[in-house]
């Protein structure tokens, strides 16, 4: 569905008297800036279905809906990997893995990209960050390039405290600057904790064997466990408690920027770097050996009063790669200001929102390292595996098979159960040849490592995040 016209709650002129100076043609080249404050909200692992605005559990996200339904929600969102720092760096560059060069948590963001903030610190934005996800380890990923602060704080509660009083006391304050804040959240990523009371609340009565404990998924996917219905619920309860936990942080941060007064000029745009198998495929319960759509769909909502209809949910398919010039161009920044390798391969979704146009976009594509590549269409996915790369990241050993070529009739079978490669040959031959064309145009560059101290292993292996292999990931 497109986004229906709403009725606006301040009239424009109004609007543009409050977003104040500078906001008006701030780059000079007479674009107009429909915000003059930007707030990212991104969750880690969090699968657009469970949200209930997407057709999750109805309690377990009432901040976030609330959002969505104050803005306007992109209904087929798609990340590029199930990787978070691949999949940030692409929302922040607007470019894919192979692009970037970041295919995975231990490759390093070149100081040659132009990221969002450092396009917004050019343009006298304070840019600042709090996240919870050790791969976005500041100095060492490449990540924290353009912020004035970025802060690693795995204290989720206590991140909310810090972004928060910085919402309220700083947040807009100074009238010779525009602010940017980025904050990330790390639940619902594994290991998943029980949040109280709403696990229990989400499933009171389960008494089968199974835990949500990350050794007992584990041995579940290395041991290929068959588990019924009922236990696979369990699980996601416990899961959908921490998407309640981060629901709470969210309202938290929202209403410290209605505190700072400065609401109604700040565009509010919320999302995830990658979604979840929940025994979705091969068993698995996981993220980072993945490529399918539990993995890849994820929430992506805009919100400014009065100027983002209200409401509104838009059907096209978009990717991550596309918030980046969104932002820009909603701020009145040229999305393509710079050198042609910088330009965002993403698409200003601005038309989208404030006029219903068709965002014009066929494919989204995704991609695990540099083996395996996957096209989607509105109808249809087909993945690619030519060498039969055998995924092995998280945990390190089991089987996570995905074949030479896979396709999926997303009509008849949205949760891409069935390849039915051999009944179609011409659909998949036709997204092979897309898949190639898109493959062809990437202007590719190589990993650069992560410069990591025995420290920096040692810290990030406890928390599960290393092991070795270029395709470690969270
Ligand atoms: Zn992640």
């Excluded at 408690?241 to 938290?252: C, E």
């Excluded at 098979?401 to 659909?427: F, K, M, S």
């Excluded at 202007?443 to 292999?469: F, K, P």
Aim: proline share 7%.
């Amino acid at each position: 569905m497109r986004p229906s016209p709403t009725p606006r709650s301040a009239p424009l002129a109004l609007l543009v008297l409050a977003l104040g100076p500078g906001c008006g043609d701030p780059d000079g080249g007479g674009r107009e800036a429909k915000a003059k404050h930007v707030l990212l909200v991104t969750v880690d692992t969090l699968r657009a279905d469970h949200l209930a605005t997407y057709g999750g559990r109805p309690s377990v996200s009432p901040a976030i809906d609330a959002l969505a339904a104050e803005g306007t929600l992109f209904e087929r969102c798609h990340a590029p990997t199930g990787m978070t720092l691949a999949s940030m760096t692409a929302m922040f560059t607007s470019k894919w893995p192979d692009e970037t060069g970041v295919r995975s948590n231990l490759h390093r963001l070149r100081d040659e990209e132009w990221t969002l903030a450092e396009r917004l610190k050019d343009a006298g934005f304070r840019c600042r960050g709090f996240t919870a996800n050790g791969v976005l380890q500041p100095d060492k990923s490449g990540i924290d390039q353009g912020f004035d602060a970025h802060r690693r704080i795995e204290d989720e509660p206590w991140l909310t405290h810090l972004a928060s009083k910085m919402l309220v006391e700083e947040f807009g304050n100074d009238p010779e600057r525009r602010d940017f804040l980025w904050v990330h959240y790390m639940d619902p990523h594994q290991p998943y904790q029980r949040r109280e009371p709403w696990a229990t609340r989400f499933d009171p009565s389960y008494d089968g064997p199974f835990d949500a404990e990350e050794e007992t998924l584990q041995r579940i996917f290395v041991d290929k466990v068959e588990l019924t219905p009922r236990d696979v619920q369990h699980v996601e309860a416990v899961y959908d408690s921490q998407i309640r936990r981060v629901d709470q942080f969210v309202r938290s941060i929202l209403s410290a920027l209605e505190k700072s007064g400065h609401a109604e000029e700040t565009l509010v745009v919320f999302s995830a770097d990658h979604g979840e198998d929940l025994y979705d495929h091969n068993r698995y319960f996981y993220h980072a050996n993945s490529i399918y759509g539990s993995v890849t769909h994820v929430p992506l909502v805009f919100r400014q009063p009065g100027r983002v209809p209200a409401g509104a949910r838009v059907d096209d398919l978009v990717e991550l790669i596309d918030v980046m010039p969104t932002i820009l161009a909603w701020l009145g920044l040229d999305p393509t200001a710079g050198d042609w390798k910088s330009h965002p391969r993403g698409t200003d979704l601005g038309p989208a929102m404030t006029s219903g146009a068709a965002v014009g976009k066929d494919f989204a594509f995704a991609q695990i390292a540099f083996h395996v590549y996957a096209i989607r269409s509105p109808g249809w996915f087909y993945v690619e595996n030519p060498r039969g790369y055998m995924p092995r990241s998280i945990p390190k050993e089991g089987e996570y098979v995905i074949a030479e070529r896979e396709l999926y009739d997303l009509g008849g079978d949205p949760d891409e159960q069935t390849n039915v490669l051999a009944e179609h040959p011409d659909v998949a031959d036709k997204l092979a040849k897309a898949l190639r064309a898109w493959k062809d145009d990437l202007i590719s560059v190589d990993a650069t490592e992560q410069d990591l101290t025995d420290e920096d292993r040692a810290r990030l292996e406890a928390l599960g995040y290393l092991g070795g292999g270029e395709d470690d990931g969270e």
